[in-house]
């Protein structure tokens, strides 16, 4: 039976809901008029709601490696150092910048799956010269992977002269995360992922700290000019044609996290992250991370089961795309989505999912058994305390 | 927690597909156009294939109770009889319609759930005079009740002046009913069920005997005027403006019946009315119906649950919409909706929410229960034949 619909549950592009959908879906808006420029405005001031700051924060019409690369171009001079995390291909990623740009990485590699220690890289600043910023995700997003921020802007928030740069593409909107409080002096997120609008637009949001750093590099690209992108959007405009549409529809996307609360959208994603754990947990399978995010969860397999053929059985027969594993781990993970606007039944559907597939190559019946853990958790954490049952269990 | 999206899983509307929303939302065509004419065209063309007939098909820019008005109007003249079957509410309708008409209604009172005796049927024909027609749900809704109406039209068939009408709103689509071969002579279908469309448009396909009658009876609509648009339609085009956008949907609907195959829907529409009993079975709740149809399974709730509190809060807690009892019905059952655009993981949705009632009502965890035996049954039904685990189960 071919599937009679396709449900996208992957870490990114992740489900738009239909308010969103219906904001991008008009012609596009004049970007240098009153009307744009409101919705704009209002658009920079949400997003500083979401990083809980007021500094200067910009959208980029790029995806979000683009601001990656404006991270580096922009703030780090030919001949510079920064440590770089590199436990996943996001983390990869920041070393072929790095190269790219002539920045001297400093790299902590991590078997993927494991979390980094915030004091190794304290060792790395201390033991290495000239490191001037830390490169890193929050969620490295190929693993389902978390590292303690938190910490580690402690420790770079004792060198004047070293930014923390994080990549919290899945993490922003996942998390309720205080960039100022917990000195992440260079924040970046994308739309496609707990923003919950399609692709094409990066958010970067600087400390004093970096903005100062960016006014003594000399310029290292046209397109990506954070100092000029600073000056313009401070007027409400941007310097290059924006994509207007999807900047409506972010708005939207902004209002309804607005309208949720970020502490409730934050609870919502942990209670939903803690169901899919349940979940597999029933199946007994092992998480890939030591410490898993909210916002995606990676399953290891058993060495038997080709992941590859795994994850597109599920979408051959099923319509239900969910992620495998990236590079090394192609084939031996696959990876649950419960980011962006998603719920309870949204995730017992990529169980149910995983169940059917588990069940046809085990030769073993799965039905039900991770749906069943994940709503015992459910109920457990939306009541938050465990039930007792009248008749037993 | 409030619900984060809402989930429409009524028996009508249903839901719409992307596609049809998506060809829905665009300016009017105008209706007189050359451009209109050929989708309208088509979409009859398409609908022929629904009801697997040739013979003359319209659409009526109405609810299905407008065509069910038609039929009664256009068919009967006053002091006529017609044999209804009330099973129902919507047996119920053709009693009022009947009424309103002066139709004189000699009606076959069913407990509601309940299907009608074919050969029941027979008797009222034989002990009544003046019986022009048979007036019957092939579907009772609000029961999920299925009418054998293939027995029934091989008894209707054998009299020159009774007319088979038969409502089959939540049928056609759902099952793959070939009108001509069991000799219904007025088949009448809605676009918000298993057409997967908004509401607004009803469809009526007529059969020569029916036609015969059409020319006989005085006119008593102006609006629904069955010959008139029989006429219009023929070439193309309406006698008064219809809902072109909704017209546009309806082909885009019929089109993807087309490339999934009528067999294929049907099939799959059982598979899941199936796994729906299973998981219904599988907590230990009862069918409504003794006969259900494929489309929408009714389930009878324990006496000391309150129907209207139980969806109210699945609708609540979880944003589920579905549908419980009408009239005398309300507050007893719940409706399970697996019509139209819908698999086995929107069905799976509907008991998960309604294993978190139970369980929540009667402090008995349900989780997953219902779920698995569906599941179970899914598999053993796409396969065909019962599967053999590896290692038990």
Redesign the interface.
């Known amino acids: ?5 396709e ?1 996208l549950m992957t870490p990114g592009p992740t489900l738009v ?1 239909e308010r969103v959908l219906q904001a991008i ?1 008009s012609h596009p808006v004049y970007h240098r008029s009153a009307e744009f420029k409101e919705i704009f405005t209002n658009t920079i001031k949400l997003l500083k709601k979401l990083f809980r700051t007021d500094r200067d924060t910009i959208i980029l019409t790029s995806s979000g490696t683009g601001a990656m690369e404006a991270a580096v171009s922009n703030l780090f001079s030919p001949g510079d150092s920064a440590v770089i995390v590199v436990g996943g291909k996001f983390g990869q990623r920041w070393e072929e910048l790095c190269k790219t740009f002539g920045v001297n990485p400093i790299v902590i590699e991590l078997e993927w799956g494991k979390s980094v220690n915030p004091e190794d890289i304290r060792k790395k600043i201390e033991n290495n010269k000239n490191v001037k910023g830390i490169l890193i995700q929050i969620c490295e997003t190929s693993t389902g992977a978390y590292n303690d921020i938190k910490a580690i802007g402690d420790i770079t928030s004792e060198y004047n002269d070293i930014l923390l740069i994080a990549d919290g593409i899945t993490a922003f909107g996942v998390y309720d995360i205080p960039v100022d409080e917990w000195n992440i002096d260079v924040a970046i997120t994308g739309s496609q992922k707990a923003l919950m609008t399609p692709p094409g637009l990066a958010i970067i949001s600087m400390s004093e700290k970096a903005k100062t750093r960016l006014s003594k590099v000399e310029k290292r690209s046209y397109y990506f000019d954070l100092e000029k992108e600073i000056k313009n959007q401070l007027k409400g405009q941007t310097a290059y044609t924006p994509a207007v549409n999807l900047i409506i529809g972010l708005n939207e996307a902004l209002k309804m996290i607005e309208e ?1 609360g970020l502490k ?1 959208v934050a ?2 994603h942990e ?1 939903l992250a803690k169901c899919a754990r349940a979940g597999i947990k029933a199946l007994e399978l092992e998480l890939l991370p030591e410490c898993p995010a909210n916002g995606v969860t990676a399953v290891k397999l058993p060495e038997h089961i080709d992941g590859q053929k795994f994850v597109s059985w599920i979408k051959n027969k ?3 795309v969910i992620a495998g594993g990236q590079e090394h781990l192609k084939g031996k993970i696959f990876r649950l989505s419960h980011m962006g ?5 949204d995730l ?2 990529q169980l ?2 995983v ?2 597939a588990l ?2 190559i ?4 799965a ?3 991770s ?3 994940a ?2 958790k459910y ?1 457990e954490l ?1 009541h938050h305390k465990p ?7």
């Open positions: 039976m071919k599937p009679l619909k449900r809901p879906s949720e409730n609870e919502r209670i099923f319509g239900i606007y998603i719920d309870i039944f017992l559907t149910e999912a169940e059917f069940t046809r085990e030769m073993y019946p039905y039900g058994k749906v069943k853990a709503m015992e109920i939306v039930i007792t049952y009248r008749k037993g269990s």
